[in-house]
């Protein structure tokens, strides 16, 4: 117990920051990632057969992509 | 509350079964259902003359298939082959896009096909039709492929189709066969499919199990349906209508069936009024009926109808596919009617009977 109160003494709050940052980021990375799987292959799909759903397919594809930036400016705010 | 559930149960990817690719698929299958021919085509096809008829085919998404089969056939042999040959290819392309569950159950369902082309090899081989002959009318939409089953048909007896087919699931039917029942055989194999495919869904687990056999059951109601007209109407025997109906309706099971058996053709017709099919045939069914091709084009449309309504309630699942797979196949009926309708020359009135819109 006492060695654990010491390591929280010690234990640099630009560390955790840091931390926290990396998991805003990673986690929202991940979700990101997820939600863009179904979606870009569904337009690839409908580009396959109609070449002129690129740009609508390209723009929902990445509308998840909003997901990771939220979490890139949680990540900036947070360091 | 059940907009909630009804999206969670869309979007959870656990209903999407093991490995398939519903995103891809469904999305692509759009994409193909958007090129297929709009509801208003069909009447301006109906005041063209053959002519322009074909060339309006030869322009639409059947334009490569015209163009590859135009040194071989010409007028409306070659326009019947490259409507068949798209089929092929279109169905063809639906299984290797698909992966997984998905794709085991689209390959179950086009096996209609081999059966299809099975049974017209059977058929060439029973008139001596020759070896182009038989190739020609094959439609290779299923798992069998185009050189596997003109292999079939290049075979001199009908013993040595059969030993060829030997690995396959139609095996243990075709032995039946003994070069003169025919038709007995081509039952067994059409009810050989349905049965085949009811126990592919016996106990679905997954969602996509459960839509595709709701899908299928209502295909056997309809086929039941029409069966039961046509003999009825014909006033055939009880034993001979129940040889060919088939099991695993989902509203008219084969109890209700044996009951609807005995009776005549007008009561017959006054109890199906508690059936869910009645609201789309009510209007056309009478006691007495001379012709059966509205009710049947009817009850055909009810089915297309109710296939697209739940591809926009399940939108990423197998109700999408097969509502392609419908309408597609109907699309080809049609161009069909039309064109050998007018060849023929056949009364307006007449085609547009015929026509499923």
Redesign the interface.
Known sequence: MVDAAAAVVYMDPAGLKAIGAGLAVGLTGLASGIAE???G??????M???ES?FGKGLILTVIPETIVIFGLVVALLIS | MGLLQKFTRKSSPKQSGSGS????????????K??LLPRETYPRLMNMGIDEITRFIGESQYKQDVDELARTYDGVDLFEHALNRNLAVTFTKLIN?SEGELNYLISEYLRKYDIWSIKTILRGKYCDASVEEINDSIVSAGQLSYPFLSSLSEKESYESIIDALSGTDYYPTLKGYDGTNLSEIENQLDKMYYTGLSTTVDNPKSNDSKLFSKFIRTEIDIKNLSTLFRLKNAGAEKDEIADLILEGGLHLNIKEIEKLLPLPFSEFVQSLEKYPYWEDISGIVKTEMDSLVELETQLTKSNIKSASSFSHVYPLSIVPIMDYVLNKTNEVHNLRIILRGKAADLDEEIIRNQLVI
């Open positions: 799987r179904d979606i292959s569904a337009a690839i799909g409908a396959a057969e109609n759903l | 690719n519903y995103a891809y698929v469904t999305a692509r299958v759009r994409a193909m958007s090129n896009i």
